[in-house]
């Protein structure tokens, strides 16, 4: 397992794991000391922890109801690693193997993998190429991936982000989506549904605003839902305010849906330099394909084919900004 550090000329440092591709810092200067937006733990604590800390996950991010997959008369069972669902493409996938590191630059890496045919119960030899580079005050994330047999791919990075060290839920938040996806007990979607209340993220708002005054978020103890993007990808998808207000994060992604998630569960899992991170601690917001939409088609088309390429690429602009 190997540590990789990244700096590019403004000033921007990203630390990358190995070991599930893992982003394991990023900084910049705020008003003149560096400031650590991500939640990480000790190297030797990653195989261990359960919360996907900063990882790649696929080959189906997010959620497959049943665990199991359906196309042209074939079925498939997968790994049900959270009862009968399958999560983040099973318990062994992306986000505890070692990725082979194919290039190393100043403020860029690129690392690769492939899942082979049946890994979890999933159809296809999956080959997989990932960039994380520094462009100035942006991290870019981007993935590539190919298949032999037709299989669904849903690939984005699992990093937690935290603006100023303290409550998430005291971050603004805004996010470019007129429609989210409300889930059942087991956290699979219902349906497109118009935002409405605390889920009418399209003006800033402050994070923990009304935050246990909707059923679907005292149910997950949070936000644990996907928001299905609008506009253009030249606008922020989403913009994200530390709670002091001494940065600002801008994402911008080519991918239909964000997953907002508040680190509901974060709680127990270990924290660099000793103690465990809380719950609240951290935020993911994971660019992607809708889940469950590979049995439904009206979530959208996940499926890949042979002699096509998967692309995705999301870019996390840091601002720091005046108060």
């Known amino acids: 397992m190997k540590e990789f550090h990244l700096q590019n000329d403004a000033g921007l440092r990203l630390g990358v794991l190995d070991f599930g591709a893992t982003l394991t810092a990023l900084e910049l200067p705020v008003d003149g000391h560096y400031r650590n937006v991500l939640l990480a733990c000790e ?3 990653y195989a261990r922890q359960s919360a996907y800390l900063g990882a790649i996950v696929g080959r189906f991010a997010n959620r ?4 199991r997959l359906t196309r042209d008369g074939q079925h498939w069972s997968l790994d049900a690693n959270e009862g009968t669902t399958c999560l983040h493409g099973g318990s062994q996938s992306l986000h505890n193997r070692e990725w082979q590191v194919s290039e190393l630059a100043g403020d860029r ?3 690769h993998t492939r899942l082979a045919d049946g890994e979890q119960g999933f159809p296809g030899n999956l080959d997989v190429n990932l960039e994380y580079r520094l462009e ?3 991290l870019v994330i981007e993935l590539t991936a190919t298949t032999d047999a037709p299989t669904p791919v849903n690939l984005t990075s699992h990093a937690y982000f935290n603006l100023d060290g303290g409550d998430v839920r005291d971050h603004l938040i805004r996010i470019a989506a007129d429609h989210y996806l409300p889930t059942d007990e087991r956290s699979i979607p219902l349906g497109k549904t118009e935002v409405e209340g605390p889920f009418d993220l399209r003006q800033t708002r402050r994070i923990g605003v009304d935050w246990q005054d909707h059923p679907q978020l005292v149910r997950c ?3 644990d839902h996907c928001f299905l993007l609008d506009g253009s990808h030249d606008e922020p998808a989403v913009t994200l305010i530390s709670g002091d207000q001494r940065l600002r994060m801008e994402m911008y992604t080519d991918q239909p849906g964000v997953q907002l998630y508040t680190g509901n569960w974060l709680a127990g899992t270990p924290a660099r330099g000793g103690g465990e991170w809380q719950n609240y601690q951290g935020l993911c917001l994971e660019a992607q394909q809708l889940p469950d939409s590979p049995n439904r088609p009206e979530l959208g088309d996940p499926w890949l084919l042979p ?3 998967y692309r995705h690429q999301t870019r996390y602009r840091l601002i720091p900004t005046d108060k």
């Open 43 to 45: 190297p030797a604590d």
């Open 221 to 223: 103890r949070g936000y």
């Open 136 to 138: 100035q005050q942006d």
């Open 307 to 309: 002699g096509q390429t």
């Open 109 to 111: 890496i690129r690392l």
């Open 64 to 67: 497959i109801g049943g665990a």
